[in-house]
Structure formats: structure tokens, C-alpha cells
């Protein structure tokens, strides 16, 4: 690692310690762990033994008397909270379906507990699902901390959901969410949540992992690896001959949420150093498992991604700020596409474009999650709606596609959903969706859309400092939707609360139209009304085209923002919520006036857009209709 990201982390550290004001008003603080753990691999049964020393520091104002494991593996057996959520939802995912309820013995997950101590005395604990619960044998006070040592064994599932061994691409080993990790305990209490296959909430930590796996293996993982010159497999220039039938990896991870890796026999293994010193990792198949991907040319595909990866984290850093780990490593396997500290897990037998979108919105997670660490199964609209909106952008800027709205695909699925009627609040559980439609809609589409429309609201330039001042405030850290809305709130001065109250809390929507144009007795002025149908308030962007061609831009601020866009050219009197209609006069005679519309942008996110446009051909037209059908 460099002296200058090693000090980024360090400042990061130091300043968890220091007065931050969060969500609740009280002085911000979050539980730390270490990690130490040895497994050993038996590649052959898909089954490992591990130890793991667990030291917890109790940095909250509280005493706790207990603590929550997450035993994950446990979802990938049948007549598990997974497997009939699955089975039961009415639009269930392909990946899963009713898969979990078919899998054998030597086919299905779990995570054996076989002895825990606290500080070196045995421990009360009972297996729930997917979560072990511990009555301590001494609680563990304000400031101080305890130590668990446990041994556990384990069996890696078939690969259905994220984790699991045999994926469709014949990738042997996705090592996600695979040891017995402790559950976040923070302002809201313990976050023990089962795992019914959606979000994850973490501990920020260190981990120190050692894994004794079968010589022919080459693993990807968070984390830098301590002994190359032992492993070889591309981490060295030199020549590695292996001593035994087996290695054992070494690697550490400074302050993550999570350690993941992968593992196949087949894995070729490419780097790429960026300029700044970060080294990009890729580890692929050359060859396609999958016979529906048959013709793909994955090597050249692969090959072709470095660059573009590089290209992206460059993007990330000059959009949101410095990425402070010194390596990334983009690792085939899994189901689709997965975020983990310092690494991604994704499917690589895709077309070039479907990989660089893929690698993009993996990769921009690194900022919003790994490092912008919001609680997932509670915000997960956060770290998947900026992570879609910045990733989006990113992608049509490397790719040189040059989209004259790129998050155009993302307006269009939030207006399904907001019409669908089967839309709920942002502020549901992840894992309380009636559809699986209505949460990946709210939390991708609906959640870039926030951003965007955020941007529409106080300007693209006060969108862009948002952005860096919340990485650089919040780094490290758990923030909430309220600690985000507060930072655009400092950069642009307007009061926020009202657009995150009534974009996430519920499920109102904008609707802003067209009512009537009428030219004054004089004939001077043109009096445009203008309707307010939807119960989501907004500023109003109105634009005026001549007879002559030329432009202007009218600007109607929202009164409960205490704040107006400085640079708009016409600046009207504000719009009070309450009143459902507004009248905006304009010093010309109607007849001169060719087209009006509301937000020409597109960013505001209007659910009806057929009310938003006045074109004098079209409106003469329907008046003649309308007359000759009354005749």
C-alpha cells in the first residue's frame, strides 16, 4: 500500500473518534471488529474447517449483554425463510425459484457452530435460521472490548443466490458471506436480520485471513495478499514451485465490512496499474462453460475491460473522490453481479458493452457502500440508486456512447412502478416488497432518479459538491438518507427535507401540467395556468418558444424552499404548495407564443408527461375538432 493511501486510512480511523452530529442528533459513534481466521478447504466435498478470533470493540454508549452472528449458508436449505419467500412471492427470482427446496444433502448450505468462547469461557448460543444468537458470560461495557474465539465447519451450497460452488459458467468457488460474521449493532440498536436473499448491514473492521486451498486453485480476494513469493499464480514475476498439495493464502484487509473470494482451478489472472499506484486484478475463465454463451469471446472481452476498468475508477475519483485501497479485483463468478470490499464477484461469459455495465455499477459500490456504508436492508435505495446514477454516467462516458440522457432508462422504469400500483415507500425493508418488481424499481430506478431529479432541484454544479463533500464527511462511516439530505442542504443553502420526506416516506407523486393559455382584454399579455395534479411539490422550469424562434426560460422556486436557482433568467414569484393552480404572465400577445414547455430538462421526474407541452398548431387543431364535433 503507499505512504498516501495508507494515511488516508489512518485520517479515516482517527476521525471516527471525533464529534459527528448524525441522523438522531447525538454525538456519532460505530462498533469496530478485528478478525483473525484460519480454514482449511477440502475442494473435493465443497466443505472447510475454520477457527476465527473475533476481537469486538464496544465503542457505543451501551452495556451488551448479548451478541448476533449471521450464519448465511444456512439460507440454501430447503424450508428456509429464503427458499419459501421464493416459492411464495408472486414474481420470484429466476435464480431462485424453487431450486433451495430440490437441493440434496452434499448440495445444500450450512455453518456449523462447534465451540465459542468469550474471553476464554464458554458462551449460551442457540442456532436461529440464519442467525446465532449469544448470551454473553460477562456483558461487554461502554469503551470496552471482548474477544471470541470460535471453531466452525462448513458447506459451500450450490451456487444459486451470490455464494455457492458450480456456478452455470463452471466457476467452482464464490466465496461470499461465507464464515459466521457478526451482526452490526449501531443507534438503532442490534440489526440481526435473517438472510432471505436481499441487503446486507456490516461492521467496519479488519480482517486477517488465511486459507489452505488445493495448490491447482488460483483465489481472487478483498484484501492484499502477505506471501506472493509462496502462492506464485500471477501475484509474482517469479516462478513459484508449490511445497505440498496444498498453499495457505495469506491475506489482510484495513477497515472493510467483509471479506470475499473466489476460487477456480481455471482462473487466468491479468493486473493493471493505474497511475496512481492502484492495481486493478482480474481473474477469468478464457473459455465458455455455458453453452447459451457459445461464440462469445470472452478472453478478448476480458482483455478488452482493463482498460475500461481503469478508465471508470478514474471517473469515480474525479466525480466522488479518491478510491483509498491500493488494489480492486474484478473476479468472475457468482450469478450476475455482486459488491464486496476491494473486489466484485460478476458472470464474465456477456457481450463487451454488457461487461464494462456490469464492472461499472460493481465498481462505483466501492464508493457508495464499501465506503458510504448506508444499512442496506433499510436504505438500500442509497447505495443502489447513487451507486446506478454515478455508474450510468460513468458507462457512457468510457464507452464514448454519448446518450443525450443517459438515465433516461431509469425515469422510464420509476414511472412504470409509480403507476403500477403495486408501488410502496422507500422507507420498507428490503425484504418486505410485495414484488420483487416494486424493489428493484424503488431501489435502482427510483433511487437514481433521487439524484438526478436532486440536481434539477438545486443545479448540476451544487449536485456535483454534494456528492464529494458527503464521500469526504461520511467516508468510513454508516450514513443515513437524513445525514445526505443535510450535506446538499449546507452546499446549496435551500431546505431538503421536504424532497426526502416526499420522495422516500411515500409514494406520491409529481405531476405538474398545462391548464390553459389566454391573452388578456388588451391583447398585451399572454397568462399561461399552470396546474399543480400530483401531491408532490416541485420548483417549475417553464419554457416559452415565439413565433420568431427565440427562447425563455421562466423559473417558479417552491415556497417551502426557502431558496431560488441564481442563475435562471427569469425568476417568477414562488409557488405555495396548497394553491392547485399558478398563473405566469407574460409580456407578449398569444398569438406570438409557438410552444410552452414544463421542464425541458426531462429531469423532473412528472409521471404524466402528455401535460406538459402547449404547441399552437396542435391546440388549434383540437379546438377545430372540438367545434366541429359539437356542430
Known sequence: MTRTKMMMIT??????????????????????????????????????????????????????????????????????????????????????????????????????????????????????????????????????????????????????????????????????????????????????????????????????????????????????????????????????????EKLTWHFKAPKVLDFTWGADPDYVHDTLEMDNGTILHFFYQDKINNKENKGTPIEENWQKLQAKTKALFEYYNEHIGEYPYNQYSVIQGGDGGMEYPMCTLITGERNFESLVGVTAHEAAHSWFQHLLATNETKHEWMDEGFTTYISVLAEDKVLEQNKEFPLERAYSVYRQLATSGVEQPQTTHADRYRYNFAYGASAYSKGAVFLSQLGYIIGKENLERTLKRYYEKWKFRHPTPNDFIRVAEKVSGAELSWYLDEWTKTTNTVDYGIKDIQVDVQGRQTIITLERIGLMPMPIEVEVTLENGSKEMYYLPLRIMRWEKSDMENIEDDWAWAFPTYELTLPVANYAVQKVEIDPSGKMADVNLDNNIYEKESAEKENTESENSDN
Open 11 to 244: 485520517i479515516a480511523l482517527m476521525s471516527i473518534g471525533t464529534f459527528v452530529y448524525s441522523q438522531n442528533n447525538t454525538e456519532y459513534w460505530q462498533q469496530e471488529v478485528e478478525y483473525e481466521m484460519m480454514v482449511d478447504m477440502n475442494a473435493e466435498k465443497h466443505q472447510y474447517q475454520g477457527e476465527q478470533k473475533l476481537v469486538y470493540h464496544n465503542n457505543s454508549p451501551d452495556t451488551l449483554h448479548k451478541v448476533f452472528y449471521h450464519l448465511y449458508f444456512n439460507a440454501f436449505q430447503p424450508g428456509s425463510q429464503m427458499d419459501v419467500r421464493s416459492r411464495t412471492i408472486k414474481d420470484p427470482d429466476d435464480r431462485v425459484g424453487d431450486r433451495i427446496s430440490k437441493l440434496s444433502e452434499d448440495e445444500i448450505g450450512y455453518i456449523k457452530v462447534d465451540q465459542l468462547l468469550q474471553d476464554g469461557e464458554n458462551v449460551q448460543r442457540e442456532v436461529v435460521g440464519t442467525v446465532l444468537e449469544v448470551d454473553l458470560a460477562e456483558p461487554i461495557l461502554p469503551g470496552e472490548k471482548s474477544t471470541f474465539n470460535m471453531k466452525f465447519n462448513a458447506q459451500v451450497p450450490l451456487q444459486i443466490r451470490r455464494s455457492g460452488r458450480d456456478n452455470e459458467e463452471g466457476i467452482e468457488f464464490s466465496m461470499t458471506q461465507w464464515y459466521p460474521k457478526i451482526a452490526e449493532y449501531d443507534y438503532q440498536g442490534w440489526h440481526a436480520d435473517p438472510y432471505i436473499a436481499r441487503e446486507f448491514h456490516s461492521v467496519w473492521g479488519s480482517f486477517d485471513v488465511k486459507i489452505r486451498m488445493d495448490k491447482d486453485y488460483t483465489i481472487g480476494a478483498t484484501g492484499y495478499l502477505q506471501n506472493p513469493e509462496e502462492i506464485g499464480h500471477g501475484y509474482t514475476d517469479e516462478k513459484v514451485k508449490p511445497k505440498g
